[in-house]
């Protein structure tokens, strides 16, 4: 086979192309009605799903059945005006006199987005995308969006950003970047101290954009082409092994950043509003596959980080395999090196819950786990578990800053779901290679072994009810 061809299918390899959970989720696409009507045809429930966050105790009794019933509901469609835009002062004039006006569909603004332009609809985008009823405000929002002047964005998704508190002289990196609206709200509020309308600031700032998956890489830079930005660097690698940078004039100066996303790839299932397919093809297990990714990428950021910078993780899942878990495992990892800090004063408006300091680990089988220690040797020798998933071993330390974290459930502000945890640096961290980390693993797999058949081989043999006396059998021929 040809060279071109082995670096195709090892990109492929690598990128996990159509992995089975993303096949099940793509076939049952297949299946979606395409008419506003058949759209209420679907069951917007799992028995499983259901079961697994009621156990989990993600919301409290009183709050499950909002909780269950926000998801099923369809997501309201929401833009955010470029504050650098030309014709933004004029957008935000006639939709300040829509809202005056009031009336059925009318946008109203985000009240708790104080420091940008954001405003909802009552409508989903499946309504204005097929309803011929606002095929002026379909096309509207086209045009307005290729030119730069909004983004379409949904509301929960732009917390992270505001989260993060970018400012014009930063070095920001977004490390799981694509399709780009974080990044372009990133890019707005470093340039959002523009001259008058239509300027670009002479900032220091610069945002680098990444994205694993190339096809995925493309898009994120037309997201960005539309800013007509001279400050963004887009690139395409593995956000686990994001490579250190050196100045070019001091080879010994590494350059790390002052603000860094981590809006890390997971399954998604904060998303059940925009993608129903997910209730069909949900499962417990699909955060335990998740968690190894989700906390190297988690790492390299931190590692990253400047000193006094701020990282903010992120993903679109209830799930707190994905979330508290990875949280927590950093903090074990870094020690006082890190720290989650309070959501910004500023944000206040936002009603949230706190991050959970107790969680249960699912069986494939069915059932939980509680501790590391109720995994038996072998099982603990599989790289299925880790104990970076269980809450037990945690420090009084890192089980107090667990409740920073924050969870937006849908119910509350009539959004999508969404967890946010914001790191501050406070000391350099030791940082590893690529094959100083697969060394690590294989030798603590290596460890778990050993003591699996160690422990197995201490283990007395029961006699069968044909086998020969132990004192006979030692004789032989």
């Known amino acids: 086979p040809s060279a071109m061809g082995r670096r195709n299918r090892l990109r492929t390899k690598r990128d996990g192309a159509d992995p089975p959970a993303k096949k099940a989720r793509l076939e049952a696409a297949k299946m979606m009605p395409e008419t506003e009507e058949d759209w209420s045809?679907?069951?917007?429930?799992?028995?499983?799903?259901?079961?697994?966050?009621?156990?989990?105790?993600?919301?409290?009794?009183?709050?499950?059945?909002?909780?269950?019933?926000?998801?099923?509901?369809?997501?309201?469609?929401?833009?955010?005006?470029?504050?650098?835009?030309?014709?933004?002062?004029?957008?935000?004039?006639?939709?300040?006199?829509?809202?005056?006006?009031?009336?059925?569909?009318?946008?109203?603004?985000?009240?708790?987005?104080?420091?940008?332009?954001?405003?909802?609809?009552?409508?989903?985008?499946?309504q204005i995308r097929k309803n011929s009823e606002f095929k002026a405000l379909k096309k509207y929002l086209y045009q307005q969006e290729m030119r730069g002047a909004l983004s379409r964005q949904e509301a929960v998704s732009m917390i992270p950003p505001l989260f993060l508190g970018v400012e014009p002289h930063h070095r920001v990196l977004d490390l799981c970047a694509a399709p780009g609206s974080k990044t372009t709200q990133l890019?707005?509020?470093?340039?959002?101290?523009?001259?008058?309308?239509?300027?670009?600031?002479?900032?220091?700032?610069?945002?680098?954009?990444?994205?694993?998956?190339?096809?995925?890489?493309?898009?994120?830079?037309?997201?960005?082409?539309?800013?007509?930005?001279?400050?963004?660097?887009?690139?395409?690698?593995?956000?686990?092994?994001?490579?250190?940078?050196?100045?070019?004039?001091?080879?010994?100066?590494?350059?790390?950043?002052?603000?860094?996303?981590?809006?890390?790839?997971?399954?998604?299932?904060?998303?059940?509003?925009?993608?129903?397919?997910?209730?069909?093809?949900?499962?417990?297990t699909d955060g335990l596959a998740m968690h190894f990714r989700q906390a190297a990428i988690l790492g390299r950021g931190l590692e990253q980080l400047k000193v006094g910078g701020r990282l903010v993780y992120s993903t679109c899942s209830m799930n707190p395999m994905e979330n508290e878990s990875v949280v927590a495992s950093a903090l074990m990892k870094y020690g006082a090196a890190v720290e989650i800090m309070e959501p910004p004063e500023h944000l206040s408006a936002l009603k949230s819950a706190p991050g959970m300091t107790e969680w249960l680990v699912p069986k494939a089988e069915g059932g939980y786990f509680s501790s590391w220690e109720e995994l038996d040797p072998a099982m603990k020798a599989k790289n299925t578990y880790r104990t970076t998933m269980f809450h037990e071993p945690l420090s009084d330390e890192v089980r107090a800053q667990l409740p920073r974290c924050r969870r937006f459930p849908p119910h509350l502000m009539d959004t999508g779901g969404f967890f946010v945890a914001v790191f501050v640096k406070h000391a350099h961290i030791t940082r590893l290679s690529r094959r100083e980390l697969y060394?690590?693993?294989?030798?603590?797999?290596?460890?778990?072994?050993?003591?699996?058949?160690?422990?197995?081989?201490?283990?007395?043999?029961?006699?069968?009810?044909?086998?020969?006396e132990p004192a006979a059998a030692a004789a032989g021929d």
Request: proline share 6%; with cysteine.
């Open 439 to 468: 060394y690590q693993n294989q030798k603590a797999r290596a460890a778990a072994a050993a003591e699996a058949a160690k422990e197995a081989d201490a283990a007395p043999v029961a006699d069968g009810p044909n086998d020969p």
């Open 187 to 284: 890019l707005e509020a470093m340039n959002v101290s523009c001259p008058e309308p239509g300027l670009m600031p002479d900032t220091k700032g610069v945002v680098v954009a990444n994205d694993l998956d190339f096809k995925r890489a493309n898009l994120l830079t037309h997201q960005v082409q539309r800013m007509k930005v001279k400050n963004c660097l887009v690139m395409n690698m593995d956000a686990q092994y994001w490579p250190w940078l050196y100045n070019e004039e001091d080879e010994e100066e590494v350059l790390q950043y002052d603000r860094i996303l981590c809006d890390v790839p997971c399954t998604g299932d904060g998303t059940l509003r925009k993608n129903p397919v997910i209730w069909k093809t949900w499962k417990v």
């Open 41 to 126: 045809k679907w069951v917007y429930d799992s028995a499983t799903w259901t079961k697994y966050y009621q156990d989990q105790k993600v919301v409290a009794e009183e709050d499950w059945d909002k909780f269950k019933a926000a998801f099923a509901e369809p997501l309201p469609t929401v833009i955010r005006f470029n504050p650098c835009h030309y014709l933004t002062t004029e957008h935000i004039e006639t939709f300040e006199a829509l809202q005056k006006e009031g009336g059925e569909g009318a946008p109203f603004r985000l009240h708790w987005a104080d420091s940008i332009s954001a405003w909802q609809f009552s409508m989903e985008r499946r």
